[in-house]
Nanobody, 123 residues
């Protein structure tokens, strides 16, 4: 079992940056592939980015490519999401998720979820 706690959300103007963090506790962090997802009001939860267990493999949704970067520090049990050039349409609750095995971009592949952190981008 792994517990996930996100932080770093907030209010930012369009064009600004934020870095989200997700700290994991419980079983060995390096045994989990990690993902970031988001859910805007009235919309389905969607994939944002994922990273493999060693950090060598990364994948981003097309909507955030070139703007968001996922990374992890296994020594700190932490995964990050650096978000640059933020747009109002990035406004959502951002969730960290963990799964055993290889990285995936589907919500149902992930077994463990954090409580989410709100990101609001003003125009």
């Amino acid at each position: 079992q792994v517990q996930l706690v996100e932080s770093g959300g907030g209010l930012v103007q369009a064009g600004g940056s934020l870095r989200l963090s997700c700290v994991a506790s419980g079983r060995a962090f390096s045994s989990y592939a990690m993902g970031w997802f988001r859910q805007a009001p009235g919309k389905e939860r969607e994939f944002v980015a994922a990273i493999g267990r060693s950090g060598a493999y990364k994948n981003n949704a097309d909507s955030v490519k070139g703007r968001f970067t996922i990374s992890r520090d296994n020594s700190k049990n932490t995964v990050y999401l650096q978000m640059n050039s933020l747009k109002p349409e990035d406004t959502a609750v951002y969730y960290c998720a963990a799964k055993t095995g290889v990285v995936a971009g589907t919500i149902t592949s992930y077994d463990h979820w954090g409580q989410g952190t709100q990101v609001t981008v003003s125009s």
